[in-house]
């Protein structure tokens, strides 16, 4: 018999089975019991703190739940299924294998890559992996590359956003669970979609997060702003890290899944010669090579830190690329006049120029929001090793209100926008609805059916906000369900006036971005700017982009570009002549050599 990272084990062959294995890491309980059918059948200790005991296996998966020292039933910590929420029983997989489709699939490479950042669960009015499905020839046509799903783990009650999972092993019973969640992806890679997971490793949520009964899953030795730190250079730590690189590996071994978004590194705490990150993408990189099959790497961090990207031998993490906010800040300031908070270290045009050119704007200069030096250069900046964005869920979502690019500034500000994202030396990616300029707002919504956690969140919530002049009625309650509806997609919107402009400008950006191989070589941006900061200028190759992010229509002297020919205009009053061109407010044009 084999073992799967889920503690279950099945036959070589997969036929039916009459038990099936279940085992979990328990190190300090004196007795373990696993219950089946309302009986605790006693689990035998093994080395390394484990535990183990057969059961019987069920055609429809088995249900099964942990006596801990006699206090419980818990869910297994490695549960691959909680088809009753987090506080039920844990269900084994059906004994039928998945009828995979998807032999021979290869993800594009990064360097080529257009990701679409989307949350199932307003992504459609249903929520779920089936009805997603029915939106992915949207995707194509529209000429994304790569799907990331926002985290799909296990969390407490039907809606949020997925950073608060507790079973990190088992896909989110009311997106459908673990079938649906395979039939997605294969769905995706049916039509030449790979699919990239968010996946939160530096904190579980507060409600169904057992780990803590069975072992040394966190420290006291640091703290979080989520909480407990998860345990990783304390003792016991190996078989928690463990814990955390075998669901790395079940997401793309058993789901399918061609990469993963590391949420938030920086919030790693880890003095260990070999840093989780380092040991994770090493790990991702192997099975890669054991499965044939390109799989990758993306950590988030705000710390402006070349060594996520660069390799193990060079003292780095070695993770493929990284999201960087910088790129989005810059912009977002400028065309928004917004101040606060990070936003005080930007508001230039030519922080936008510095990271078209350098990928960070901040390389250790002094920053004064937080009142010190932050980052460090990257000494050879490449594109193809930064996600960049204009919009993501966390910039929209975790505004008051959640407001989207469209709802404070103009549709044609939002063009612009969109073409140096999207023409940009970055790995471009765009936030769900984002091509259309959706209407919807993103808000911050939960579902925790524990009612003191619940007003917790609520006020905490309005706290935040308060600081910053927002009303407490102000705030959207994200334990509202309306909070969660008005933050579905409205589809219908493609076809009306105004998002139907901006949906035919994405496609046609996208389009010229995979019929360029400049576009896609990764190579830093060459650009110029008025000293007024009104346009922009960038450079990619043959191609050149020229945007008016300021109030008023201008005109700008392009003698260098006359054997130029446009070829996007953003808006018909955009105009050429010889070697002038003129923007309206919010304007933009493509340009390319003849």
Not at 324 to 338: I, K, M, P
Not at 397 to 403: D, F, I, T
Not at 549 to 558: C, K, V
Request: hydrophobic share 40%; charged share 25%.
């Amino acid at each position: 018999m084999r073992e799967d990272e889920s503690g279950v084990a099945e036959t070589a062959t997969g036929e039916l089975r009459d038990e099936v294995e279940v085992r979990v890491w328990a190190p300090a309980a004196s007795e373990m019991a696993v219950v089946v059918d309302d009986r605790p059948l006693p689990m035998t200790a093994g080395s390394g703190g484990w535990w183990r005991r057969s059961i019987p296996s069920r055609p429809e998966g088995t249900e099964y739940a942990f006596l801990v020292d006699g206090e419980g039933p818990f869910p297994d910590p490695r549960s691959p299924w909680q088809p009753e929420g987090v506080h039920g029983p844990s269900r084994t997989l059906p004994d039928e294998g998945f009828p995979w489709s998807d032999q021979g699939f290869q993800a594009v490479p990064l360097g080529s890559a257009v990701i679409y950042e989307l949350h199932l669960g307003t992504f459609t009015p249903e929520g779920t992996f089936q009805s997603a499905v029915e939106r992915l020839d949207h995707l194509v046509e529209l000429g994304v590359t790569h799907v990331e799903l926002m985290p799909v783990a296990q969390f407490a009650g039907e809606r949020g956003w997925g950073y608060d999972g507790v079973c990190l092993f088992a896909p989110h019973t009311a997106y459908g669970g673990p079938r649906a969640m395979k039939e997605f992806v294969d769905a995706c890679h049916r039509r030449g979609l790979a699919v990239l997971l968010d996946v939160v490793y530096n904190h579980l949520g507060p409600e169904g997060n057992y780990l803590a009964r069975f072992g040394p899953y966190f420290t006291d030795r640091y703290s979080t702003p989520w909480g407990a730190a998860v345990n990783l250079d304390d003792t016991g730590s190996g078989e928690v890290r463990r814990f955390f690189l075998d669901n790395a590996l079940m997401w793309m071994r058993d789901y399918h899944v061609d990469g993963l978004r590391v949420d938030a590194i920086h919030a790693f705490h880890d003095r260990s010669a070999l840093h989780f990150v380092e040991e994770l993408a090493r790990e991702v990189h192997r099975l890669g090579r054991v499965l044939g099959r390109h799989l990758v790497i993306i950590a988030e961090s705000d710390l402006n830190d070349p060594r996520t990207t660069l390799p193990p031998e060079a003292g780095g993490h070695g993770s493929d690329a990284q999201w960087s906010d910088d790129f989005h800040h810059a912009l977002h300031a400028v065309l928004t006049g917004e101040s606060e908070g990070y936003y005080r270290d930007f508001g230039q045009v030519g922080h936008i120029a510095r990271a078209l050119e350098e990928g960070f704007v901040y390389g250790g200069e002094y920053s004064s929001h937080r009142g010190r030096p932050h980052g460090r250069r990257l000494m050879r900046p490449r594109g193809d090793r930064l996600v960049c964005f204009a919009q993501n869920h966390d910039q929209v979502g975790n505004r008051a209100r959640g407001e989207r690019l469209g709802h404070l500034v103009g549709m044609q500000h939002v063009k612009a926008a969109l073409a140096l994202t999207l023409l940009g030396p970055f790995i471009p990616m765009l936030f769900q609805g984002e091509e259309w300029a959706a209407g919807a707002p993103f808000q911050y919504f939960t579902d925790l059916q524990d009612p003191g956690l619940g007003e917790a969140v609520r006020e905490g919530r309005r706290r935040e906000f308060r600081a910053f002049g927002w009303a407490p009625d102000e705030v959207p309650d994200p334990q509202d369900p309306d909070t969660h509806r008005r933050s579905v997609l409205d589809w219908s919107e493609l076809d009306t006036a105004g998002h139907r402009e901006v949906l035919a400008w994405t496609r046609a950006l996208l389009h010229l971005r995979r019929r360029t191989p400049e576009l896609r070589d990764g190579i830093m941006a060459r650009t110029r700017s008025s000293d007024d900061g009104r346009w922009l200028v960038m450079g990619r190759g043959s191609v050149q982009v020229a945007v008016n992010l300021g109030p008023a229509p201008t005109e700008i002297a392009l003698p260098e570009l006359r054997d130029h020919v446009m070829v996007l205009p953003s808006t018909p009053e955009v105009s050429w002549w010889q070697e002038e061109l003129f923007l309206p407010a919010g304007g933009a044009a493509v340009l390319v050599r003849r």
